[in-house]
């Protein structure tokens, strides 16, 4: 069963493969390599200059606070430039101290009147201030559902 539908993924990929090639040669016959260059170079300097606009988007940031990783949806406003470049470090996340952050206790209470927990429910504003602090070229407008932070026991 593996093998057959091995080799089918291969056959129709080799076709595939060939029927590109032989696109490519009636292209490259068609057009000229020089009207191609001068055709990415243009399109390479629209992207740029369109890089340096101000834009408005989404961006998901990582944040850790005392140790528990959130990820906190956001919305920024930047340079294309700014945000691409954060784009490109999104994976790296912001070391926040929980005493930089307000945040207020909430009991999680059981069907029986047991306390089952208790967490820290965070400050929107004071997230939004933090994160604005560690980003220094782009402008948090707002952020959105913050996870609860649960208190370590004592």
Do not use: H
């Amino acid at each position: 069963m593996v093998a057959t539908f091995f080799y089918n993924f291969v056959f129709t990929m080799g076709k595939l493969v060939n029927r590109l090639k032989f696109l490519w040669l009636r292209v490259r016959r068609a057009i000229s390599p020089v009207y191609m260059v001068l055709l990415c170079a243009s399109f390479l300097l629209w992207y740029i200059l369109k890089l340096q606009y101000t834009y408005t988007t989404n961006f998901s940031v990582l944040i850790n606070v005392d140790g528990e990783r959130l990820r906190v949806p956001c919305v920024v406003e930047g340079k294309g430039t700014n945000l691409l470049g954060y784009k490109a470090y999104a994976s790296k996340e912001l070391k926040i101290p929980l005493s930089d952050l307000k945040y207020t206790v909430s009991d999680d209470w059981g069907d029986s009147g047991e306390l089952l927990g208790q967490w820290y429910v965070l400050d929107p504003q004071s997230v939004q201030s933090a994160i604005s602090v560690r980003f220094s070229n782009i402008k948090v407008i707002s952020v959105g559902d913050i996870p609860s932070i649960a208190v370590p026991e004592q």
